[in-house]
């Protein structure tokens, strides 16, 4: 997944055309270790913006 993360990604899903965004679960920010806590949610949200100008049509 990692390598994929982040990226808007065009797939089939029950027979359907539908666009994805892989990223991590939320709860891995709180599971971060404290030093790297801040990046893991920045990556988190950067997947989130992806998805979310996806959604606007972008």
């Not at 939320?26 to 030093?35: I, K, M, T």
């Amino acid at each position: 997944m990692t390598k994929e993360r982040g990226a808007l990604l065009e797939r089939e899903v029950h027979g359907r055309g539908e666009r994805l965004v892989a990223t991590i679960r939320p709860s891995a920010v709180l599971r971060a270790d404290e030093a790297d806590r801040q990046a893991v949610r920045e990556g988190l949200v950067a997947d989130l913006r992806v998805a979310a100008d996806a959604l606007r049509g972008g």
